[in-house]
Nanobody, 123 residues
Framework: QVQLVESGGGLVQAGGSLRLSCAASGRTFRNYAMGWFRQAPGKEREFVAAINWSGGSTSYVDSVKGRFTISRDNAKNTMYLQMNSLTPEDTAVYYC????????????????WGQGTQVTVSS
């Protein structure tokens, strides 16, 4: 079992920045690839970014490329999502997730999920 807890969400104006954190406990953090997903009201949960166990390989959905950066610190059992140049379209609940497989944009690949943190971007 891996327990995941997100933090760092909040209310920010368009153009602003936030950094989300995902703290992991339980099994060895570095054994898992990690991902960030988000779900806006009335919409399906969607992939945002993923990172492999070492942090050497990352991937992003096109809409956040150049604005968001995923990273991890295995010594701290923590993953991050730095979000810059935020727009109202980024408003959603953001979830972190862990998979024992390769990093993936597919929700079903992830066995462990956090409870989510709300990000609201005002115009």
């Amino acid at each position: 079992q891996v327990q995941l807890v997100e933090s760092g969400g909040g209310l920010v104006q368009a153009g602003g920045s936030l950094r989300l954190s995902c703290a992991a406990s339980g099994r060895t953090f570095r054994n898992y690839a990690m991902g960030w997903f988000r779900q806006a009201p009335g919409k399906e949960r969607e992939f945002v970014a993923a990172i492999n166990w070492s942090g050497g390989s990352t991937s992003y959905v096109d809409s956040v490329k150049g604005r968001f950066t995923i990273s991890r610190d295995n010594a701290k059992n923590t993953m991050y999502l730095q979000m810059n140049s935020l727009t109202p379209e980024d408003t959603a609940v953001y979830y972190c997730a862990a998979t024992a497989a390769w990093p993936s944009p597919r929700i079903y690949e992830y066995a462990y999920w956090g409870q989510g943190t709300q990000v609201t971007v005002s115009s």
